[in-house]
């Protein structure tokens, strides 16, 4: 487990580029999430909106921090105000309305058309807050696959990527994580930020939509695109890649190297290093496709030479030549990788004792670094100071932070 980096010296906050901006999240579970805390890392107010159980991974342990808090929610969920509002409640209904009606942002991924009856739906809100962005997220879009329900498994199996995924004989199998869930939440985090550039310039406000299966068929990119521009069904390949060869993990005389030769040039220093430079003189291996064609004839040359040496030997050896290599690390073993290489991949959320680790946004700002001043709230943790500044001013009033 990781202990909390040291607290950072105490400066004046900076500038962020979202600043002011607030959003109304009816969002769970991954993708809405995802989105929204990324946005809130960029300065953003994000207004959590809760029902009295809870986002769906406040349960989805274990794992679990020190204190019982799930960490896949504390993944997605930091920088962020949590207020309970039940739609069954007219009350809690009326909250919810006046939000999305002060909210520069809103976002949600119920079913579609499932928020219409509450009157939070795009065209509801809009006639309250003409220029909102509203940026709704599902499982197969709106028309034909609008019932049927969103989940990134099913996703990763209708979409394809199942199918691509496992030994070669072997059965199908899913991603390491929810791939599409994070592929739509960053897509929709780049619609918002393009919808609030629109609006500057015009003061219109839209809908965006997205969904796992379009972000699918999207981050498949070379897969799905050879099946729509050469009429090629892709299939399983273990870790071999259709295109290219060697790109993949190779045995050593203790394991596994990922070896990358992406190119002539890197075959030929891999050659070099392996004490085999012939063979980047082949015509059988000279080019890429011929590397590729015959995988089977030149796969025994370099592991014949590979298991000479220790993987940490060629790693070595390799990276000092300029061929793109590495080990097939665990979790832990990449975290403490990442901290090696000077990216500091984890940092402090919160202040004083409400302080808990979390992963660093991968973006580094030059003026306008990212924030991790909430860690992750509990649930309801900020009702009472949300319905305070709902009540504090009509619905006309200019939009700001709560």
């Given at each position: 487990m990781i202990s909390l980096p040291e607290p950072a010296v105490t400066t004046a906050p900076a500038a962020r580029p979202l600043d002011g901006v607030v959003i109304a999240d009816f969002s769970r579970?991954?993708?809405?999430?995802?989105?929204?805390?990324?946005?809130a890392d960029m300065g953003a107010e994000v207004i959590k909106v809760e029902s009295p159980a809870g986002d769906d991974t406040r349960s989805w342990v274990p794992?679990?921090?020190?204190?019982?808090?799930?960490?896949?929610?504390?993944?997605?969920?930091?920088?962020?105000?949590?207020?309970?509002?039940?739609?069954?409640?007219?009350?809690?209904?009326?909250?919810?309305?006046?939000l999305a009606a002060r909210a520069d942002?809103?976002?949600?991924?119920?079913?579609?058309?499932?928020?219409?009856?509450?009157g939070l739906d795009y065209a509801s809100v809009k006639e309250r807050n003409e220029s909102v962005v509203y940026c709704s997220i599902s499982g197969f879009g709106t028309a034909e696959g609008a019932a049927l329900p969103g989940y990134d498994l099913i996703v990763q199996a209708m979409s394809g990527l199942m199918s691509l995924t496992g030994d070669a004989d072997g059965s199908p199998y899913r991603a390491g994580i929810s791939v599409f869930d994070v592929m739509a939440g960053l897509h929709s985090t780049i619609?918002?930020?393009?919808?609030?550039?629109?609006?500057?310039?015009?003061?219109?406000?839209?809908?965006?939509?997205?969904s796992l299966m379009a972000s699918a068929m999207s981050g498949l990119v070379n897969q799905t695109s050879a099946y729509v521009a050469g009429g090629v069904v892709p299939h399983r390949m273990g870790n071999a890649h259709p295109s290219l060869f060697p790109y993949e993990?190779?045995?050593?005389?203790?394991?596994?190297?990922?070896?990358?030769a992406g190119n002539n040039a890197q075959f030929r220093k891999l050659c070099t290093v392996l004490g085999t430079?012939?063979?980047?003189?082949?015509?059988?291996?000279?080019?890429?496709?011929?590397?590729?064609?015959?995988?089977?004839?030149?796969?025994?040359?370099?592991?014949?030479?590979?298991?000479t040496r220790p993987a940490g030997y060629w790693f070595d050896k390799l990276n000092e030549a300029g061929v793109p290599n590495g080990p097939i690390n665990t979790i832990e073993q990449g975290v403490e990788y990442a901290q090696k290489l000077?990216?500091?991949?984890?940092?402090?959320?919160?202040?004083?004792?409400?302080?808990?680790?979390?992963?660093?946004?991968p973006i580094t700002f030059s003026a306008t670094p990212p924030r991790y001043d909430l860690a992750p709230?509990?649930?309801?943790?900020?009702?009472?100071?949300?319905r305070a500044w709902l009540a504090a001013a009509p619905q006309s009033t200019t939009k700001g932070e709560a």
């Open positions: 579970v991954l993708a809405g999430p995802y989105a929204t805390m990324l946005l794992p679990v921090r020190p204190d019982g808090v799930s960490t896949y929610y504390a993944a997605i969920n930091r920088n962020k105000k949590s207020v309970v509002l039940d739609f069954g409640d007219a009350g809690d209904l009326a909250a919810a309305r006046a942002v809103v976002i949600e991924n119920f079913k579609p058309g499932g928020l219409k009856r509450f619609g918002i930020l393009a919808a609030l550039r629109h609006r500057e310039r015009t003061g219109e406000g839209q809908q965006i939509q997205t993990p190779l045995p050593t005389a203790d394991g596994e190297l990922i070896i990358a430079p012939e063979l980047a003189d082949d015509p059988r291996f000279a080019e890429n496709a011929h590397r590729t064609e015959r995988r089977e004839e030149l796969r025994p040359l370099i592991v014949e030479r590979l298991k000077g990216l500091e991949p984890v940092v402090r959320v919160g202040a004083g004792d409400h302080a808990v680790p979390g992963v660093r946004n709230p509990l649930l309801g943790e900020h009702s009472d100071e949300v």
